[in-house]
């Protein structure tokens, strides 16, 4: 898989919840989202990510929706997160449903680069079947 750079020019906030489990979990987070947000008329249309990080216990893995309106998240109980400008190492993956493990082996791959900012998580930035793996660039 061919890494490339890709630049967020502003940054943004994000709406967080924590999966209990990682990767069983994960679906479960993104569920709750669409539970408390669903009625929202632009829900289906925003972009989604997943915000990882290692841990001593695990993987701590956060299911996230773009924030669209000031104290959104916070109005329906969940934590924000704000994806941060700069330049980041990424991988692009087409039709990611298909074949879920091909995120695993590009996570794997950009955990290795040696460019990579390790106090910042990983992203997954989900559109439509495409996904960008994310890691914040030193």
């Known amino acids: 898989m061919e890494i490339e750079l890709f630049e967020i020019r502003e940054g943004f906030k994000i709406i967080c919840t924590q999966a209990d489990t990682f ?11 669409e539970q408390a947000l669903g009625k929202e008329p632009d829900f289906c249309e925003r972009p989604f990510f997943g915000v990882s990080q290692g841990s001593k216990e695990g993987i701590i893995y956060k299911a996230a929706v773009l924030q669209t309106k000031e104290g959104e998240g916070e109005k329906h109980g969940f934590e924000t997160f704000t994806v941060l ?39 997954e930035w989900y559109n439509e079947n495409n996904v960008k793996c994310l890691v914040k660039s030193i």
């Open 23 to 33: 990767p069983e979990g994960i679906g479960r987070a993104f569920q709750t989202l």
């Open 85 to 123: 400008p700069g330049k980041y190492l990424c991988i692009n993956i087409s039709n990611w449903r298909n074949n879920e493990s091909t995120i695993g082996m590009a996570f794997t791959q950009l955990l290795e680069d040696k460019r990579m900012d390790t106090s910042f998580p990983c992203l």
